[in-house]
């Protein structure tokens, strides 16, 4: 069993047990559940902006413990001072470190957030609209096709976009007509290697009415510019800036070295 295998049996757990403790109909009654969406496809092909969806994020499964004394109203605060196009908040608690309640305290900033999760259920999206996300994410390494089409239509039902995120070039069959966000992890979730190359081949592959996004192993303005000439517009970017101190300063110094290159 690998660690996505590992990680999405624990979910099954995790969600049966959310399910019996918090009802649908308790989650739609929270005050965020009504707010308005932003569109992170809108500021993402918005020109005057970065691109950059940057993520708070403490803990991974490959590397431990990143930053566990950062504070999350702070730093996305910051990502969002200085130039984010969206924000990407975990909120897996057993192999991430995050919570609910980290994305809920990140909702005071008014830029695109996604909930960073292995979305399997339907039950799911309707705690992210509550806890206010505005977008989702699909990752098809543990969905089928039909599961795809299924919770992404059900996302469109709630206002909620959604982000598919591929990393093999047979996953390529999960992208629809509900999933606009295609994002390529240059990591393999399977082996947690990083292979920038082999996304940019898959990435010719992609349907041209989708918004490319690359998520993860981008550590340099060079990678960003890279990507920028094989037509994506969005860069999934956190453990580069989390390592640090202080993320968001880490963040705005990338900025600055963006565009003054």
Do not use: W
């Not at 499964?61 to 730093?75: F, L, R, T, Y």
Request: proline share 2%; glycine share 6%.
């Amino acid at each position: 069993m690998n660690i996505l295998d590992k990680i999405i049996a624990v979910k099954r757990k995790e969600v049966a047990e959310r399910k019996a403790q918090t009802p649908v109909n308790a989650l739609e009654k929270q005050e965020l559940f009504t707010r308005s969406v932003l569109s992170l496809g809108g500021f993402l092909l918005d020109e005057t902006k970065t691109g950059i969806i940057a993520e708070f994020k403490r803990k991974s499964p490959s590397k431990g413990i990143i930053n566990g004394a950062a504070d999350v109203i702070e730093v996305t605060s910051a990502y969002a001072r200085y130039g984010a196009s969206g924000l990407s908040v975990l909120t897996d608690e057993s192999f991430f470190g995050g919570s609910t309640a980290d994305l809920i305290k990140a909702r005071v900033n008014q830029v695109p957030i996604l909930r960073k999760d292995f979305m399997i259920d339907e039950y799911q999206i309707v705690e992210a609209r509550a806890m206010g996300a505005d977008v989702i994410l699909l990752i098809a390494a543990c969905l089928t096709p039909a599961e795809v089409k299924r919770l992404a239509a059900f996302a469109a039902s709630l206002q909620l976009e959604v982000l598919l995120e591929l990393h093999a070039e047979e996953e390529l069959e999960h992208i629809c007509d509900e999933t606009k966000l295609v994002g390529i992890n240059n990591r393999n979730l399977k082996t947690f290697e990083v292979d920038i190359e082999r996304s940019l081949r898959m990435a010719e592959r992609i349907p041209a009415d989708k918004i490319k996004i690359a998520e993860s192993g981008i550590s340099s303005v060079e990678n960003i510019r890279l990507f920028k000439k094989h037509n994506f517009r969005g860069f999934l970017i956190g453990e580069n800036f989390m390592k640090e101190a202080q993320p968001g300063e880490a963040f705005h110094k990338f900025i600055a070295q963006l565009e003054t290159k």
